[in-house]
C-alpha cells in the first residue's frame, strides 16, 4: 500500500503550451507550473513533503530538522509548512566561503525567519557532514523530550521521491482530457539533490508520458547525480507495488553542461536566456534551478540533440524567493 500523505499543495497545477518558447528555445514547450503548487511554500518540494510531513506527523516527531543551501527553496518549503502544521523547523543552512549571513534577512531565508524556523549557518565544509549534524541535532531535541523528524536534503529519498511519481500521472491525466499531449518526446527539469529526477523518471516508466528524460545538474556533476538516483529510485520502489514491477528501469540523461559558473551563478548567456524569457513569456525563471534547466533545453535544441520538432514537457519548479534575493546578479542586464 502507497504511504499516506498530506494535502498540502495546490493540485493540479495548471499546464499549458507557451509559443513564445518556440522562438526562444527553437522547439514546442509545455510548461507544467510547479512553481504554483502553493502560497509561500510553491515549488517542487511541497510534492516531497505531503509524504513526508504525513511520516513526521505519523511518528509523533513535534520538530522536523533539515538543511540546505543559505537560499534553500526546499529549507524555506518545510519551515513554512511547519508552521501551518504547528511543528517546529530547525535548519542547517549552508553559507559560502566568503559570504555572511545576509542583514536583513533576503529572500528564502527571509521566509525561514519570518515563519519561526531556528537557523544554523554552516560552512561548506561542516555541510559535507550534514547527515551527522542533523542526526547529532535530532538527538539533542529527543533529551529535551521533543521528537524531531530528519529530512534529507532536498526532501530526496524514496519516500520524497513518490510526490514526483505523482506530478507524472496528473500530467498524464491532463494529458487524457486535452490540456496537453498524451505523450512527451522530452521532459526536462532543474536536479539539484536527485528525488525529482528519481520521482519524474520512475513517473514517466509508469505512465509512458514521456519518451527521454532529462536531469540538469545545477550543482554536482552528472556520475554523482547518477548515484543519487540509483539510490533513491529502489527505496521509492520499495513503497509501491506497481514501481516496484516496472519492467524497464527508469533512463535519465543527466546534463552537466549548464551549471555555469559555480552553484547559483549563472554565465552571462544564462542570464540573458532569464531575462528574454521573463520579457516575452511572463515566466520568471531562477538563477539556481529553472534558469539553468531552460538554458539546457535550449543549448539541446541548438547542438541538434532535440530535435526541432519535438514536444518537450519543461516542468517550471519554482525558485522565485531565491530570483528575488539575487537581483544584484542582473545588474546591467535590465
Ligand atoms: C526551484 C527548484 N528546482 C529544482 C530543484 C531540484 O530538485 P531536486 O532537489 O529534487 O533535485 C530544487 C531543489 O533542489 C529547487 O529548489
Known sequence: MRPRKLRLAHLPTPIAEVPRLRDIVGCRVWVKRDDMTGGPEAGNKIRKLEYLLADALDLRAKVVVTCGALQSNHAR???VLAARLGLRAKLFLRLRHGDTVPTPPTGNFFVDKLVGADVTTITPEEYKDRGTIMADAASELQRRG???????????????????????????????????PKEFDHVFFACGSGGTAAGVALGASKTGLAGHVHAVCVCDDAEYFETAVRRIVPEAQSFDADLATLSARPAIAFDDREKGPSYGVMSKEQRALCVRVARETGLLLDPVYTGKAMSALAAQVRRGEVSRDANVLFIHTGGLPGLLAESAAFDGEL
Not at 529530512?151 to 494529458?175: K, R, T
Request: charged residues 20%.
Open 146 to 180: 521533543e521528537r524531531a523528524y530528519v529530512i534529507p536534503e532536498g526532501g530526496s529519498n524514496g519516500l520524497g521521491a513518490l510526490g514526483y511519481v505523482d506530478a507524472m500521472s496528473e500530467i498524464a491525466e491532463q494529458g487524457r482530457v486535452g490540456l496537453c
Open 77 to 79: 518549503a518545510t519551515a
